[in-house]
């Protein structure tokens, strides 16, 4: 189980209740060890939850946890789509983008990442967007190589 620690948020609403409250330091380590079960009577070393814990019985509102874990898949895609962000499937981008790659001997991942910081400005791509680009410039790229030579005139 990983702890994710109080944050700054918490700890402003915390100390504003307390301070509404008219709480003196011994009354809040004991309201502390109460929430944690003993282990802490420091609010510096409070979980996130214990910390919305301590903010409900203040009668304030907890706080949601905004951290990328914490908000769901479909949400974020959402905001992405929103932002103008296009991430449909990015691993069978990459996938395509390695296998056209590789389909010429002697080609190396320092050379992909050279291209496409040339391209893109920034190495890997991050949408699937940009990986289009690269992909069909490594089509291109493939197809030049792969056509016979013209013969001079």
Known sequence: MSFKPRDLEQNK???A???KHGFDKEAKA???VDITGGRTES???????????????LG?????????????????QYHH???GVVNIDIAASKKKLAELWSAVPG???AGLSALATR???????????????????????????????????
Do not use: C, W
């Open 13 to 15: 609403a915390i100390h």
């Open 17 to 19: 209740l307390l301070g």
């Open 30 to 32: 004991e309201m502390v």
């Open 43 to 57: 609010t510096a070393e409070m979980s996130f939850d214990e910390a919305n814990v301590m903010i409900k019985r």
């Open 60 to 76: 304030g509102e907890a706080i949601h946890d905004t951290s990328p874990a914490a908000v769901k898949r479909r949400t974020r």
């Open 81 to 83: 789509q929103k932002a």
């Open 107 to 109: 080609r190396t991942d």
């Open 119 to 153: 391209m893109l400005k920034h190495y890997p791509p991050r949408t699937t967007a940009e990986y289009g680009k690269v992909i069909e410039a490594v089509k291109a790229m493939n197809a030049r190589g792969s056509a016979p030579p013209k013969e001079a005139a």
